[in-house]
Nanobody
């Protein structure tokens, strides 16, 4: 299984970006997906997650109401729509996928078997 993340870049505060994560190698619907991020000098943290069917989504308090996670089974792709970006959102964003993710562990990095390479998001003030 391979994950390819893209869509990062440099934006001004208040603007939007959409990240994409293409999963190849296995049936897309077998995997829950999530986005994590790691800011300079900080630990990697959970941003948002979505279950295998796409019927349930989860988001950290820091992005709730601004970021939306989604998935498109026809394209084997997950997305993270980021609105009202802030300088503190600056980080490398990683997509992750796992077959055994449930609601109780969706925010845990250990629940995910597969990781993308990361895409850098820089938000200027």
């Amino acid at each position: 299984v391979q994950l390819q993340a893209s869509g990062g870049g440099l934006v001004q505060a208040g603007n939007s970006l959409r990240l994409s994560c293409v999963i190849s190698g296995r049936t897309f619907s077998q995997y829950a997906m999530a986005w994590f991020r790691q800011a300079p000098g900080k630990e990697r943290e959970f941003v948002a997650g979505i279950n295998r069917s796409g019927g349930r989504i989860y988001a950290s308090d820091s992005v709730k109401g601004r970021f939306t996670i989604s998935r498109d089974s026809a394209k084997n792709t997950g997305y993270l729509e980021m609105n009202s970006l802030r300088p503190e959102d600056t980080a490398v964003y990683y997509c992750a996928a796992g077959p055994l993710v449930i609601s109780s562990n969706i925010a845990s990095q250990n629940a995910y078997y597969y990781w993308g390479q990361g895409t850098l998001v820089t938000v200027s003030s």
